[in-house]
C-alpha cells in the first residue's frame, strides 16, 4: 500500500482555476497571428472571428462567476484569491507579447 501525500489546499481550489481561465488564453494567439502586422493597431479581424470571441467571452464570463452562484459551490468551486486575477491578466499580457516578438522574428526569418 503506497502512501500518497496529503494535497496542501482542498481540491475545489484546484478545480476552479481550470475551469475558470479554459478559454482565456485560447484567443490571444488567433488575433495575433493571423496578420504579419501588428494586430487592433494595423489590422481588424473578421467579423467571423469577432462573432466567436464575442461567444468564447460570454462563455468565460460566466465560468467566472460560477463559483460565486450555488451552482458552483454545488459542483465544489471555491471563489478564487483575489491575487488570482491580476496574475491572469499579466500572464495573458506577457504571452501577447511574446507571441507577437517571436511571430515578427520568425516573419524576418523567414518571410511571409
Not at 494535497?7 to 475545489?12: E, F, K, L, Q, V
Not at 495575433?32 to 472571428?49: D, G, M, N, Q, Y
Not at 465560468?63 to 500572464?91: C, D, E, H, K, Q
Amino acid at each position: 500500500m503506497q502512501n500518497y501525500p496529503k494535497p496542501i489546499r482542498p481540491p475545489s481550489t484546484h478545480i476552479s482555476p481550470r475551469f475558470v481561465g479554459f478559454g482565456l488564453p485560447r484567443r490571444a494567439p488567433r488575433y495575433i497571428i493571423r496578420t504579419a502586422r501588428i494586430p487592433f493597431v494595423e489590422s481588424h479581424a473578421s467579423p467571423a472571428l469577432i462573432a466567436t470571441t464575442i461567444i468564447i467571452t460570454i462563455i468565460c464570463a460566466i465560468g467566472i462567476a460560477l463559483p460565486f452562484t450555488w451552482a458552483g459551490s454545488a459542483l465544489g468551486f471555491t471563489p478564487l484569491p483575489r491575487l488570482y486575477w491580476p496574475l491572469v491578466v499579466a500572464m495573458l499580457l506577457a504571452y501577447a507579447i511574446l507571441t507577437h516578438f517571436v511571430k515578427v522574428w520568425f516573419i524576418r526569418k523567414w518571410g511571409l
